[in-house]
């Protein structure tokens, strides 16, 4: 289990540092398939995996990889969401909950192999400013959404918040990977205060997959702010597709 924990770790790390998301996506059905834990211990290992490597992967982007004033806002906004998701979490059957986890995957995955039909938005304007009357009302939504996937689903958001970052607010893909690493944090910690009232974690295999997590983010973060943007966007919608396969496959088997 340790060998196990540790290698999906590395994987995740990668992901999180080459493209701000990715790793949180994996993690959830790293940690049921490959490590064998169930999906009620699964969901708060996942946000103190992904919450501790992606806190080290933005360290490389720290002077100016990130919009820190979007990424408080929504991380703010999602940490009062964060407790709603986690509620209707201990509603719902696990299988739903994976097919759920799937097709959000689906629709972000191929968001982000579609080509972009502008540059710049209210929240990166061509010029370098931002319009806040229009940005701000966006912001906090895209928050609220992926707050309440955080605690609903055990994901940082990455997967969601990068092409939400990219499409809808307008940010360069570049500063939307650091920005989305700085919001995946604020995310995790809400998510995982969010399951402590019922919380079920082995934390010998969190510590494990964790710390091979963030050394795999911290290099990949200085790999990754070397590689085009367009690149980044792609191999990202790629993943998250073929990832979505897998564990839609998973849940109507089991």
């Known amino acids: 289990m340790m060998i196990s924990a540790a290698g999906f770790g590395l994987v995740v790390g990668a992901l999180l540092g080459l493209v701000g998301g990715g790793g949180s996506i994996l993690a959830v059905p790293a940690l049921v398939y490959g490590v ?9 290992t996942s946000l103190v995996v992904v919450g ?5 992967a933005v360290l490389p982007r720290l002077r100016s990889g990130v919009n820190w004033r979007l990424a408080l806002i929504i991380g703010a906004a999602g940490t009062m969401t964060a407790f709603l998701g986690a509620m209707v979490n201990r509603l719902l059957d696990p299988k739903i909950l994976l097919l759920a986890f799937a097709a959000i995957m689906v629709f972000a995955g191929f968001r982000m192999l579609m080509p972009s039909t502008s540059s710049g938005g209210s929240c990166a304007l061509p010029g370098g400013g931002v319009h806040w009357r229009s940005c701000l009302p966006k912001a906090i939504t895209t928050g609220a959404v992926v707050g309440f996937l955080t605690g609903l689903l055990g994901v940082g958001g990455g997967f969601l918040i990068v092409p939400a970052l990219t499409l809808i607010l307008g940010l360069p893909m570049m500063l939307a ?21 019922d919380l079920r974690i082995d934390w010998a295999v969190t510590a494990t997959f964790a710390g091979a997590a963030m050394v795999a983010s911290l290099i990949a973060g200085k790999i990754g702010a070397r590689i ?13 597709l073929v990832i979505a396969a897998y564990v839609a496959g998973q849940a109507l088997l089991s």
């Open 36 to 44: 064998g834990l169930p999906l009620a211990a699964a969901i708060p």
């Open 52 to 56: 501790a490597s992606s806190a080290v």
């Open 177 to 197: 990977v650091g920005t989305s690493l700085v919001i995946i944090v604020i995310n995790s910690a809400a998510g995982f205060a969010a399951h402590l009232g």
């Open 228 to 240: 085009p943007g367009k690149i980044l966007k792609r191999g990202f919608g790629v993943l998250v």
